[in-house]
């Protein structure tokens, strides 16, 4: 079986602090994780000076400054992801960032990164998906907010400025920090599967690991899921986010749920159980003492464990057999016994 690719999503919770990102490559390679990713953009470039706050932004940092404001603190330079990239490789876990803008991703395409990742909120950018599909190289696009025409329109650039579908993965994704359980419709995961025949994965905005761990056992090849040093850390995203043990249950999990669904499919005794056989399976017995000669009657016999004897669903070739020798009360019932 594929191994599930688990992205640690850092994003924006180092609060502008190179020092404090670090901390976050660090507990994200301890996880197990195999990417820890970050998010690059230059603010003037994304945010207009009037662009309102999301509702779970303002609940989480106040209203007291606009949202050009608040992701401006939280911009790090090109040259921060330089460093932090080098940070990554030292803590063997790969490096991955979300480019926001023509120059951001032309910086993360220089730097080398394994693939883009499309967030949800530019699915229907259609500048950014054609500039991002020319680069040629793998690419992860979340739907969160998205219809499936809009997901197949996003496709559609994609595929029609020259990447392969192939190349493709599909993030089911819903955009509210954190997700309602009741909105998450993990089913629509397997929609898109079915819609467009591409790699399938999940991002994940709810509180705890259970989703995500369920997203795995019905097929997601990506999980990613957002994390945090401290949920009370201030900025817009800590309180959505896993803390360090928590991302570490996730990773362990997922890696349980993994080998629990890598079988052939085929239901047969599996090795570790066969010995349990004997213990848990009875076989016939006689109820009490019979002497030799004795034609076996239905009441003469008694179905204990253990399994090691004559099994009880040959119990109706048992009956109207001679014993060839006498036996004694709870005696398991052997076939040269019988004649």
Known sequence: MQKTIIIAEAGVNHNGKIELAKEL??????????????????????????????????????????????IKKLELSFDDFKVLNDYANACNIKFLSTGFDFPSIDFL???????????????????????????????IISTGMATIEEIKSALQILTNNGLNKNDITVLHCNTEYPTPMQDVNLKAMLHIQKEFDVAIGYSDHTLGIEVPIAAVALGARIIEKHFTLDKNLPGPDHKASLEPHELKNMVDAIRNIELAISGDGIKKTSNSEEA?????????????????????????????????????????????KILTTALKEETKLLWNHLN
Not at 42 to 66: D, W
């Open 25 to 70: 490559i660090k507990y994200a390679a301890d996880s197990g994780a195999d990417y820890v990713k970050f998010q690059t953009f230059v603010t003037e470039l994304n945010v207009s000076k009037s662009a309102p706050k999301a509702a779970y932004q303002e609940k989480n940092t106040g209203n007291t400054e606009s949202q050009f404001e608040m």
């Open 276 to 320: 349990n056989k004997v213990i848990a399976r009875k076989s016939i017995h006689i109820k009490k003492a019979l002497p030799k000669g004795h034609v076996i009657e239905y009441a003469d016999l008694i179905v204990k464990r253990p399994g090691d004897g004559i099994s009880p669903m040959e119990i109706n070739n048992v009956i109207g």
């Open 109 to 139: 395409d220089e730097l080398g990164i394994d693939f883009f990742k499309i967030p949800s909120g530019e699915i229907t950018n259609l500048p950014y998906l054609e500039h991002i599909a020319k680069k040629e190289k793998k690419v």
